[in-house]
């Protein structure tokens, strides 16, 4: 076992200046490899060494496997922190870091293969006795198979065209009767979308929560289950606000949850952090989604409410060293909630919003952390997922927590560009949300039905017209003598002026 | 100075002026003594007869304003009282008329939802357009009729190009 001396990372954004964090902490030195678009970014301000990889596009810099390898060598980095997203779960970037002799901070590229083929990591949960979804081991030849199969895992079912998604050639049935319908429109569906009418079914897990536990794996054989996360809030799949613990979450079904997963990552030979996702139905059924094989964006919440710190955990596992006894029946400690934080505008579709951050503050004090990628004068690029960071806060319980979530993100100000923080004011003033009353369709229901959009976004405040009338006034002043009021008055806005605008840096 | 601020075709009388070091701000009748001070470019202190309040205030162009107040954004365009009565004698103060829908940034349309002649409503999706790896509907911003759509699914765009043109 010999200790890292340097570490590069192989990623961008708050995760970089995230692993910088824990690199300085114990003393490694951090490199970052940027791309042109992120010259001028704090993970390059964090960094101790700072290297560029390539133009903006992500192919082009951030997905250079050979590239960033053969960079690790040349500065002579022990190891590469692949972060999330990008390279991160590419078994052949595992692979050819192995290869060359650099440590690939995470699971080896066979584990990341297994845990990445759907039909192979199935058979190997199915062969570990880890809960998956019931479902029909092959296509279904005719009705007869369909209604034996409905009848042996019970309803209600779902047909799936084989060779289908995007939901198409896909039919619930709740009882025998709509059986043979749903098989029918399936099969015609899949017929006519993907041009074979091949169909299975599978059980249909109504109302579920995602629910996922955090693992750690050493190369001794160890591995650990750090409790659960609940991450059922999300906008078309993706997740939006994460929580530690769950309220649905009982210690005995923890228990049974972080069994679960400790055996799917034993079942591939799982070393490093992973998360086991879960579908949890009303009565505490839980069937194995995917694992994730990387950090995950919301790992602080386990952190807060675990006092662990993942990363340096990552570090620790990749350099050699076996998992100790604190990672032995961890007990969770209070409530961690986080909220993404997107440069998104939730009152036109969630577009994004891209521009130049004029002005941030982010909130402090008692049981707030910020994890974020930016500073007053950041540029949220057009060329990257448009997060901005993530806001955490730690409460005694879950009303302590959203009571200084409220606090937080009312102490939160970033000027210049449109964010999604009216959503989370909408989801703390929503009764449901504040009683964990949620599952995995709940923030797509209530945004379609403009439940959560109404929250507040009719009335102009009377504050905002005296502020405006204050700097016009001002401005006029200071103008005396120039354009006469109301000259040019005869434009109408439109979302396009506020973006020209803040491209060219117009000024009040 | 006399004003109407216009917000999503809602309008409100205002007067501002000046008295000893604060301002005194009438809106709809009620009078607000405001002491102001600027901090920095952006933000405006607030003290609204000893409430205080932050906001950030932008301006656009002539007259229209962006201001951010407790995590929200308010486009405020202000005119003066006759510019205001002389638009709406014309009939077109507050009312879009034509408007042309355009890419918010660069990327590629996916999916084109309507063509010329189709009535459109507020908010709905009318071009798909794939930027920053996420797929983005764009909505029409008023109801009206579909003049012209500038673009087929596949094209690239820029930012600022039009897409569709609502009458």
């Not at chain 1, 590069?8 to 114990?26: Q, Y």
Request: charged fraction near 25%; include cysteine; charge should be neutral.
């Amino acid at each position: 076992m010999t200790p890292f001396r340097k570490v590069l990372i192989a990623n961008r954004g708050e995760i970089a200046v995230r692993i910088l964090r824990a690199l300085r902490e114990l003393g490694i030195r951090g490199a970052v490899a940027y791309s042109d678009a992120d010259r001028e970014s704090l993970a390059v301000l964090a960094a101790d060494e700072a290297y560029r990889i390539g133009p903006a596009p992500s192919r082009d810099s951030y997905l250079r496997a050979e590239a960033l390898v053969d960079l690790a060598l040349e500065i002579g980095a022990d190891a590469i922190h692949p972060g999330y997203g990008f390279l991160s779960e590419r078994a052949e970037f595992s692979r050819l870091c192995r290869e060359r002799g650099v440590v690939f901070i995470g699971p080896s590229p066979e584990a990341i293969a297994a845990l990445g083929d759907k039909v192979e990591a199935r058979r190997r949960m199915i062969a570990a006795r880890v809960p998956v979804v019931p479902g029909s081991p092959g296509t279904l030849p005719d009705l007869e198979a369909a209604r034996a199969f409905a009848e042996r895992i019970g309803y209600p079912v779902i047909l799936k065209a084989s060779a289908g998604g995007g939901g198409k050639g896909m039919r619930v049935a709740r009882r025998d009767a709509e059986l043979a319908e749903g098989y029918r429109l399936a099969r015609a569906e899949a017929g006519a979308s993907f041009g074979d009418d091949a169909v299975f079914l599978e059980k249909y897990v109504e109302r579920p929560r995602h629910i996922e536990i955090q693992i750690l794996g050493d190369h001794h054989g160890k591995v650990v289950a750090l409790g659960e996360r609940e991450c059922s809030l999300q906008r078309r799949h993706q997740k939006v606000v994460e929580e530690a613990p769950s309220t649905v979450v009982t210690p005995a079904l923890r228990r049974r949850m972080g069994e679960a997963a400790v055996a799917a990552a034993r079942a591939v030979g799982y070393t490093n952090a992973g998360t086991c996702e879960f579908l949890l139905d009303a009565v505490g059924s839980f069937y194995f989604l995917e694992m994730n094989t990387r950090l995950q964006v919301e790992h602080p919440v386990t952190e807060m409410v675990t006092g662990l710190d993942l990363v340096i955990a990552q570090l620790e596992i990749a350099q050699g060293e076996a998992l100790g006894p604190e990672f032995d029946d961890v007990e969770l400690r209070g409530h961690a909630i986080e909220v993404r934080l997107y440069a998104e505008d939730p009152f036109r579709g969630f577009a994004p919003s891209p521009g130049k951050i004029q002005r941030l503050r982010l909130p402090q004090g008692p049981g707030v952390r910020n994890d974020s990628g930016v500073f007053g004068g950041s540029e949220i690029s057009i060329h990257y997922d448009p997060m901005i960071g993530k806001l955490i806060v730690w409460g005694r319980d879950r009303d302590e927590s959203l009571r200084r979530l409220g606090r937080a993100i009312s102490e939160l100000r970033i000027v210049g560009i449109r964010t999604n923080v009216p959503l989370f004011q909408a989801l703390l003033a929503d009764p449901e949300f504040r009683a964990a009353r949620f599952d995995i369709h709940w923030l797509d229901r209530k945004l379609e039905s403009g439940e959560l959009r109404a929250a507040g976004s009719d009335e102009t405040p009377k504050i905002a017209l005296i502020a405006a009338a204050i700097a016009h006034y001002a401005r006029s002043q200071r103008q005396a003598g120039g354009l006469p009021q109301g000259a040019a008055h005869r434009g109408r806005w439109r979302s396009a002026a506020r973006q020209d605008a803040l491209r060219r840096g117009g000024g009040t | 100075m006399q004003l109407v601020s216009r917000v999503d075709g809602k309008t409100e009388r205002l007067s501002v002026e000046r008295r000893q070091g604060k301002y005194v701000v009438e809106i709809g009748g009620v009078s607000h003594e405001v002491d102001t001070r600027a901090l920095g470019p952006w933000v405006l202190s607030l003290l609204v007869e000893g409430e205080s309040h932050e906001a950030a205030v932008v301006r656009l162009r002539d007259g229209v304003y962006s201001v951010d107040w407790r995590g929200r954004s308010f486009v405020v365009e202000l005119v003066d009282p006759l510019t205001h009565l002389a638009e709406v004698s014309r009939g077109d103060a507050g009312k879009p008329g034509k408007r042309i829908v355009k890419a918010y940034m660069p990327g590629r349309v996916v999916e084109v939802r309507v063509a010329a002649g189709d009535r459109v409503e507020a908010g709905q999706p009318l071009v798909v357009l794939e930027a920053m790896k996420m797929q983005n509907e764009i909505q029409a911003e008023s109801s009206g009729v579909v003049a012209r759509v500038f673009v087929a699914a596949g094209e690239a765009v820029e930012g600022g190009d039009p897409l569709v043109e609502i009458d």
